[in-house]
């Protein structure tokens, strides 16, 4: 049974499928304006881990993730840099893809782009506005008026005689001091140069809260069974995806939300505003693999704050080595005759139960451990035991079995394998060695055996 934290109830219940043992999940995505920093990644692991606790449970999933390609932010990168919005957002959009294999994300079933489904946001603006929740004001834009839908407040739990309603905000981001009537629909300005569709309201474009209803309803339904972000996605976000799904079609919208919370610097967000942040690619740089920067990512409850340290990625770096060098020598020594010992079903039990319990990864992590320690203290043959840390690694993604094959060989090391395979088949055997030594000034040693030659890590 899967437990975990509902946002809307405030409390921790099942997670069950309303049809067909599948659980439809829709997560929102980056805006492509600029590389993902890694705050923005802890969210995506956060969600892959999700996704493959629900999976390791048995059951399906129809994951979606947007791509918001359309906003104040992308808008004024694209007309700063003079190239059409379509341009601009690719090159984000393709490095968004690339970090995600690096951080071993398993990729969602759908990317929509907010900018190929206009019409669908269209709709629902209109639906919204003939049953008299949303009108246009002034200028050409519309907006939700949120005394309308008596709902509005209950995901973020606002107390609304408290508020200063009536007021609107064209903004997409805001806080709660601000509540008031929200954009759906942005009359064209100026400033958004040549971005703008038709609708019947003007020239425009959309407000980034209807792209989330509008597409998620498309993939997944009236009502789905789970939807997710970062704790900031809380309000206004997700609270006014609510009320725009809920006022159009009159359904609930989402059975279970649940939020990450913050990757910090020194105890403040990591976030592009404040300028504390480093992308996937600098900690690559830096030589930290996408491996360490996952174990790090994930090994902290997703509702607790977790700081960014250097030194964590180095502990990362110390426990990964442990796990390796105890699954790397269990492999080699693999007797499939030889009995499971009793620890593997203790281990894997702890394990279970650590990340039924609304995802306690640091307590999963505690089993894996358990494991790795009664591994190498019994010496055991039993491929019982390495089918334990691969089911364990269905949810976390972090080990690497048949290590060699497997690890992230860079190109230039790659390539001189490639030489010193073609000076072996030659007899070359001087050529062979020096091969080796150079493979080895970057860091990587060779083994050669019947099947061939393999490198790993030093
Ligand atoms: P954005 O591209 O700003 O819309 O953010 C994409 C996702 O990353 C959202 O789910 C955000 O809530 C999440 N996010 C942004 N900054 C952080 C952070 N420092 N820690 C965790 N999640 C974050
Ligand atoms: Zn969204």
Redesign the pocket.
């Given at each position: 049974m899967m437990n975990v934290f509902n946002s809307l109830t405030r409390g921790v219940e099942e997670l069950k499928p309303i049809a067909d043992n599948e659980i439809r999940l829709y997560?929102?995505?980056?805006?492509v304006y600029n590389f993902?920093?890694i705050?923005?990644?802890?969210?995506?692991a956060f969600e892959d881990i999700l996704r493959r606790v629900i999976q390791f449970n048995g059951m399906k999933v129809k994951h979606v993730m947007n791509l918001?390609d359309v906003d104040d932010k992308t808008i004024r990168g694209a007309n700063a840099a003079g190239v059409a919005l379509t341009d601009y957002t690719k090159t984000y959009k393709d490095a968004f893809f690339a970090d995600l294999k690096k951080l071993n994300i398993i990729p969602a079933d759908v990317y929509p782009a907010a900018t190929d489904h206009i019409p669908e946001m269209i709709a629902l603006v209109e639906s919204l506005v003939e049953k008299g929740v949303a009108y246009k004001s002034d200028d050409g834009s519309v907006y939700f008026n949120v005394r309308k839908f008596p709902g509005y407040g209950k995901l973020a739990h606002i107390d609304f005689d408290n508020q200063r309603t009536g007021q609107r905000c064209a903004a997409d981001e805001y806080d709660k001091e601000n509540v008031g009537d929200f954009a759906l629909w942005k009359a064209w300005e100026d400033s958004d140069g040549p971005v703008g569709w038709d609708s019947p309201w003007g020239r425009g474009r959309p407000g980034w809260h209807i792209e989330c209803s509008a597409m998620s309803m498309k993939y997944l339904g009236e009502t789905f069974d789970l939807h997710?972000?970062?704790?900031?996605?809380l309000f206004p976000h997700h609270e006014n995806e609510i009320a725009q799904a809920e006022a159009s079609t009159g359904k609930p919208f989402v059975n279970t939300w649940m939020?990450?919370?913050?990757?910090?610097v020194n105890g403040e967000?990591?976030?592009?505003s404040a300028g504390n942040?480093f992308t996937l690619r600098e900690l690559l740089e830096k030589g930290f693999t996408g491996r360490e920067i996952r174990y790090v990512l994930v090994n902290a409850h997703y509702r607790q704050g977790?700081n960014f340290a250097f030194s964590a990625l180095e502990d990362a770096r110390k426990s990964l080595e442990r796990i390796d060098r105890c699954v790397d020598a269990l492999e080699k020594r693999i007797d499939p005759a030889a009995e499971t010992p009793d620890f593997v079903a203790k281990a894997l039990e702890d394990f279970t139960a650590a990340v039924n319990d609304d995802l306690n990864i640091p307590r999963a992590f505690a089993a894996l451990f358990e494991l790795v320690r009664e591994t190498n203290a019994s010496n055991t043959t039993a491929k019982g035991v390495l089918d334990a840390f691969k089911r364990m690694d269905e949810v976390l993604g972090i080990i690497f079995f048949g290590k060699s094959e497997k690890e992230d060989v860079p190109a230039e090391v790659a390539s001189l394998l490639e030489e010193r395979a073609a000076a072996r088949a030659a007899k070359n055997w001087a050529e062979s060695d020096r091969l080796r030594d150079a493979i080895a000034a970057l860091g990587w040693v060779v083994k050669d055996s019947r099947e061939g030659q393999s490198v790993t890590k030093k």
């Open positions: 997560t929102c995505g980056p805006t993902a920093h705050g923005n990644f802890r969210a995506y918001t997710t972000g970062g704790i900031d996605n939020h990450c919370a913050h990757l910090k967000k990591m976030s592009k942040f977790l």
